[in-house]
């Protein structure tokens, strides 16, 4: 596609609900990576997705987060039993090759009500 | 560890005047840096890389490894500059990441 699409763009969910967001990437683009961002704690590193190399999870804050990237292309973020701390941006990323830098998708906003 | 510093959560200058966004690193390895801009109600996007040297916008940015800086420069700000900026560096070489700063709120006012 055009450029990196994640949806939904808002999400409003219960405490204790699980939640899955989505992203697809550029076509071609072989890395993806998952930040939040949140007020006043600027990007927050999440999970990246290099090829068909075991992904980098060190980002994950807590074992109620987890993402897969299927077939090399789209990736799903699932937060398991939501917390309010949980509300934020969540920002999907891809990349052809690191060092030409990443295109942003828009977010998906997630409150935790 | 790895870390991006930019001290000032904001940074209001008038239309005209020079801006300068800080930045400074912690990394032990050859550091690659980038910009990023995320205007009002759009999406985070590159704005410069240091590997190629290039000015956007009229903003350049110098890599100076002696001081671990990077620092965001345009020599006279214009409104639409007005945005949320985030330093960032890449390391780990092509299996890497990529670690943002908290940002800089910059406002430029008539």
């Known amino acids: 596609g055009a450029g990196v699409s994640q949806s939904p763009s808002n999400k409003v969910t219960e405490k204790g609900k699980d939640v899955e967001l989505r992203c697809d990437p550029i076509?071609?683009?072989?890395?993806l990576y998952w930040y939040r961002q949140s007020l006043g704690q600027g990007l927050e590193f999440l999970i990246y997705f290099q090829g068909n190399s075991a992904p980098d999870k060190s980002g994950l804050p807590s074992d109620r987060f987890s993402a897969e990237r299927t077939g090399g292309s789209v990736s799903t973020l699932t937060i398991q039993r939501t917390q309010q701390e949980d509300s934020a941006v969540y920002l999907c990323?891809?990349?052809?090759?690191?060092?030409?830098?990443?295109?942003f998708g828009s977010g998906t906003r997630l409150t935790v009500v | 560890a790895q870390r991006v510093t930019q001290p000032e959560k904001l940074l209001s200058v008038f239309k005209g005047a020079p801006v300068e966004l800080k930045c400074n690193y912690s990394?032990?390895?050859?550091?690659?840096l980038f910009w990023y801009v995320q205007y009002s109600r759009q999406r985070l996007q590159l704005l410069l890389r240091?590997?190629s040297r290039e000015s956007i916008k009229g903003f350049t940015a110098d890599l100076n490894k002696g001081e671990t800086s990077f620092h965001l420069k345009k020599p006279f700000a214009q409104e639409e500059d007005s945005a949320m900026y985030y330093c960032a560096l890449s390391y780990g070489g092509s299996q890497g990441n990529l670690i943002f700063g908290k940002g800089t709120k910059l406002s430029v006012k008539p």
């Open positions: 990394y032990s390895g050859s550091p690659e």
């Open positions: 240091h590997i």
């Open positions: 076509s071609g683009h072989t890395a």
């Open positions: 990323a891809s990349s052809y090759r690191q060092f030409y830098g990443y295109t």
